[in-house]
């Protein structure tokens, strides 16, 4: 079946504009991650979605970065007044975990790579 | 909290070599062990995982883990490396503390490995 689709793989931006990043998770999957990876570096959490609940956003940098998740399906990170530091890879993943356990893998997108100039 | 450690952010081994990759955990509960792989410009792909059954894990391609819990080990190895197998590996710790703690996995910052023909 299709894996977690992330759109668009690049973009880049000036400083200070808002972008939207969009994240297709495999269907059923009722969890789904963001994380954020910088050049060099190992893979930062951001923001958790499980069904309804509401989201862990524990992860998120600062106020200017915000997502939402419609039910079980598509979810938006929006980043505003994008900054230099802010260009990095941003992955989304999926997985089955409904006990919010931990137990079960999670699916990768290919992520976005953002670049702020 | 959890925390991850990779000794070594770049490991480098001829065709044929042995494979292995340092990881080591820290965290108050017993947690759950995964290994990832990352080919350039793609998402993160599940090599292997560890959920408190069998301690001696088999992932794909070859690949092994265990899990040494008086050392807070989990160390991937793989007999026989391939010019296949140069990629980025990351290893991740997730951890349940009785169903809240929402599956995040927290990584390591990632090994390279190289593979010399």
């Known amino acids: 079946g299709a894996g977690v689709s992330q759109s668009p793989s690049n973009k880049v931006t000036e400083k200070g504009k808002d972008v939207e990043l969009r994240c297709d998770p495999i269907s059923g999957h009722t969890a789904l991650y963001w994380y954020r990876q910088r050049l060099g570096q190992g893979l930062e959490f951001l923001i958790y979605?499980?069904?309804?609940?509401?989201?862990?956003k524990s992860g998120l940098p600062s106020d200017r970065f915000s997502a939402e998740r419609t039910g079980e399906s598509v979810s938006t990170l929006t980043i505003q007044r994008t900054q230099q530091e802010d260009s990095a890879v941003y992955l989304c993943a999926s997985s089955s975990d409904r006990g919010k356990r931990g137990n079960q893998p999670q699916h990768f997108g290919d992520g976005t790579r953002l670049s702020i100039l | 909290a959890q925390s991850v450690t990779q000794l070594g952010s770049h490991v480098s081994v001829s065709e044929g070599a042995l494979v292995l990759l340092r990881c080591n955990y820290s965290?108050?509960?017993?947690?759950?062990l995964f290994w990832y792989v990352q080919y350039p410009n793609q998402g993160l792909q599940l090599l292997l995982k560890?959920?408190?059954?069998?301690?001696l894990v088999k992932g794909i391609n070859g690949f092994e883990a265990e899990f040494k819990k008086s050392e807070t080990s989990f160390h991937l190895t793989k007999p026989s490396a391939h010019m296949s197998d140069a990629a980025e590996y990351f290893c991740a710790v997730s951890v349940d503390y009785g169903g809240t703690s929402y599956g995040k996995l927290t990584f390591g910052q990632g090994t390279i490995l190289t593979v010399h023909p």
């Open positions: 560890y959920t408190s059954a069998a301690t």
């Open positions: 965290s108050s509960v017993p947690p759950y």
């Open positions: 979605f499980q069904g309804n609940s509401a989201p862990d």
